[in-house]
C-alpha cells in the first residue's frame, strides 16, 4: 500500500541553523500539507500546497519558513534559522484532491539546542 | 475565534465495551469533520470525513455523527480492541477560499485487558 515517507526521521541541530525536512508524498496526490506537534500538545497546520504554490498557510508559517517540491516526488520544509521553540514533531501529509483524505507520513522529531 | 474542544481529555475502558467521545466546534464557514486517530509517536491515521450535509458517517467499529446545527461530532467505538488504545483528534476544515485545518486537543483513549 502506497505511504508518505519522511527523512530523516531524527533531526538534532542547533539555534539558527537552517534544516530541511524532507518528504515523499503518494505518488498520484496532489495536495501537501506540513503540520507540527509541540510535545504533549495538539497538531498544528502550517501549510497547504498545490500546484507549486503555498494554498493556505497558518499564522505558525512565518518567513523562517518556506516548502518547496523540488522535483516530482519530493516536498520539503526548511526553516531558515532555528529557534528552540521549533522543537516539535514535524508530519507531512498527502490528499488526492483537496478536501479528501489526508495520510500522514510518520513524522520527523526536529530538536533545536 | 476558530476552535476545536473535546471530550473527555482521557478515558480507560475495558476490553470489549463501548464508548462515545466528543467533539464540539465553533468553526466558520465549516467546510468539513474529520476524526484521527494517533497512536503515539505516529502520525494520524484518518477515519473519517464529514460534510455539512452528512449526519452520520461509519468505517468499520467506528461510527461518527455530525450535527451541524449544534456543532457538535461524537465518535462511537463499538467492541473495544486493546489495539484501540490511542490519541483520537477531531479536526475541522474552515473553508474561506482556501482550507485551513484546526485540531482538538484529542482524547486519549486506553483500553485494558
Known amino acids: 500500500e502506497p505511504e508518505v515517507t519522511q527523512t530523516p526521521s531524527h533531526q538534532v541541530t542547533q539555534m539558527g541553523q537552517e534544516v530541511i525536512l524532507r518528504c515523499v508524498p503518494i505518488s498520484n496526490h496532489l495536495y501537501f500539507y506540513w503540520y507540527r506537534q509541540i510535545l504533549g500538545q495538539k497538531v498544528e497546520f502550517l501549510v497547504s500546497?498545490?500546484?507549486?504554490?503555498?494554498?493556505?498557510k497558518s499564522e505558525i508559517f512565518d518567513d523562517q519558513f518556506s516548502v518547496e517540491r523540488p522535483d516530482g516526488s519530493n516536498f520539503t520544509l526548511k526553516i531558515r534559522s532555528t529557534k528552540l521553540e521549533d522543537s516539535a514533531m514535524y508530519f507531512c501529509?498527502?490528499?488526492?484532491?483537496?478536501?479528501?483524505?489526508?495520510?500522514f507520513g510518520p513524522g520527523t522529531r526536529l530538536l533545536v539546542l | 475565534k476558530n476552535q476545536v474542544e473535546q471530550s473527555p481529555q482521557s478515558l480507560i475502558i475495558l476490553e470489549g465495551k463501548n464508548c462515545t467521545l466528543q467533539?464540539?466546534?465553533?468553526?466558520?464557514?465549516?467546510?468539513?469533520l474529520r476524526w484521527y486517530k494517533q497512536d503515539t509517536g505516529r502520525g494520524p491515521v484518518s477515519l473519517t470525513i464529514?460534510?455539512?450535509?452528512?449526519n452520520t458517517k461509519s468505517n468499520g467499529r467506528y461510527t461518527a455523527t455530525l450535527d451541524a446545527d449544534t456543532k457538535q461530532s461524537s465518535l462511537h467505538i463499538t467492541a473495544s480492541q486493546l489495539s484501540d488504545s490511542a490519541s483520537y483528534i477531531c479536526v475541522v476544515s474552515a473553508a474561506s477560499g482556501t482550507y485551513k485545518y484546526i485540531f482538538g486537543t484529542g482524547t486519549r483513549l486506553k483500553v485494558l485487558a
Open positions: 467533539c464540539n466546534y465553533t468553526v466558520s464557514p465549516f467546510s468539513n
Open positions: 464529514m460534510t455539512f450535509s452528512e
Open positions: 501529509a498527502s490528499s488526492e484532491h483537496s478536501q479528501e483524505t489526508q495520510y
Open positions: 500546497f498545490y500546484n507549486n504554490e503555498i494554498s493556505e
